[in-house]
């Protein structure tokens, strides 16, 4: 099965000069965890999450009213082809520790894929469920290195 065939092709996205904080009402009023930063031309310039939000910006206690997305954004993310195997996607998610994909098609956004839509697809249901747990994997050992000792 090709990626085309499982991603999400109403994209909302966010371009590098608007704010935190549009950034989050966006990812609140469209329940999603990740927006793609697009320059005015289309193409891709980084990705940004609630995590990205809450760590760089309202963690650091910047304004996030002021704080642009170029500021917070992660840049050189990972991306898919519409034609490539929805496998493919799920191996890149488990390696590069993410659970959303931008879809890029002649340098432009045309999709997302997640985790969750791997999930939903007999056929990478094994491949999803690897990815997760490598995900998941590596958040408890991140965790279990700043966790303070207790008692």
Same mark, same amino acid.
């Given at each position: 099965m090709q990626v085309r065939?499982?991603?999400?092709?109403?994209?909302?996205?966010?371009?590098?000069?608007?704010?935190?904080s549009l950034a989050a009402r966006l990812l609140s009023r469209h329940n999603l965890g990740s927006l793609p930063v697009c320059g005015e031309d289309g193409g891709l310039r980084g990705i940004v999450t609630d995590r990205?939000?809450?760590?760089?910006?309202?963690? /650091?206690?910047e304004d996030p009213h002021k704080?642009?997305?170029k500021d917070i954004m992660s840049r050189n993310c990972a991306v898919v082809s519409p034609d490539d195997d929805a496998a493919e996607a /799920? #191996?890149?998610?488990?390696?590069?520790?993410?659970? #959303?994909?931008p879809v890029?098609?002649?340098g432009k956004v045309v999709g997302m894929v997640s985790l969750g839509d791997l999930a939903k697809c007999d056929a990478c249901e094994m491949?999803?469920?690897? /990815?997760?747990?490598?995900?998941?994997?590596?958040?408890?050992?991140t965790r279990g290195l700043h966790q303070p000792e207790r008692d």
């Open positions: 065939d499982l991603m999400n092709q109403s994209v909302v996205s966010i371009t590098p000069a608007e704010s935190a990205d939000i809450v760590t760089r910006c309202v963690a /650091a206690e704080v642009q997305i /799920a #191996r890149m998610m488990a390696v590069k520790q993410v659970r #959303r994909l890029l098609e002649a491949e999803a469920g690897e /990815a997760l747990s490598e995900i998941s994997e590596n958040i408890q050992r």
